[in-house]
């Protein structure tokens, strides 16, 4: 009859189209990330203050050692460091992306006995250079990381990046009460040194980990450095 003919002729229209069916292809969906202003950094240095025996220093990570002694070391950073140069209201300054560090470009013109250390970063921050008033001495860990394997800037194993003034640094580590850790970049070495003698400071500050967050309110990396009056 008709009518059977015309269901025979619907149910092979649905046999052709679910043969011949296929899914939808859905478009790709894009999810937007907020940046992430911390995932540079590749390496987290210590950034707050210790006394340092020497077995400790001599387990420093992030360096490569050539030698021990009784003093420290003689070594240079294996971190792939990713250095800018900025300059900011006239003051220059290295921003390490791999670490999260601000250094200044260069430091104290002269240099300083450890027990004028804290007044002289005192007084460094009171004129707020590149802006900022936390600027500190960098821990023994921080300063060995500016370390070179070979003398890349003059007769300094540092950065040409770097100013190459500042031969030897502070750091905020103390040794024991009247020594505390140096970085010489003429001879690529770390030891503690008296507290009578006189180095130059380069000052450092945790600009990635400061910066972009704005509740950062902890207290750490102020600069404080406890001194041994002489």
Do not use: C
């Amino acid at each position: 009859s008709t009518e059977d003919q015309l269901i025979r002729s619907k149910a092979v229209e649905r046999m052709e189209y679910w043969k011949n069916y296929r899914e939808p292809v859905k478009p790709p969906v894009t999810i937007r990330q907020e940046p992430s202003y911390g995932s540079a950094i590749s390496t987290t240095l210590r950034s707050s203050y210790k006394t340092l025996s020497l077995s400790e220093v001599h387990s420093m990570p992030n360096v490569s050692m050539r030698v021990r002694d009784e003093y420290g070391f003689s070594g240079h950073s294996i971190i792939n460091h990713n250095y800018n140069l900025k300059t900011i209201k006239g003051d220059k300054v290295v921003v390490d992306n791999a670490t999260g560090l601000m250094w200044h470009q260069n430091g104290s013109d002269k240099k300083v006995k450890w027990k004028k250390v804290q007044e002289w970063i005192n007084e460094f921050n009171s004129r707020k250079h590149v802006r900022y008033t936390d600027w500190r001495l960098p821990t023994a860990e921080e300063a060995a990381s500016l370390l070179e394997s070979s003398k890349k800037n003059g007769d300094l194993y540092i950065d040409p990046i770097f100013s190459n003034r500042q031969k030897r640094i502070w750091t905020g580590d103390k040794f024991d009460s009247p020594r505390a850790w140096r970085v010489h970049f003429g001879s690529g070495h770390v030891s503690w040194e008296g507290s009578i003698r006189s180095n130059y400071v380069r000052p450092v500050r945790s600009v990635l980990s400061k910066d972009v967050n704005s509740s950062y309110q902890s207290g750490r990396d102020t600069g404080q450095v406890q001194v041994t009056p002489q």
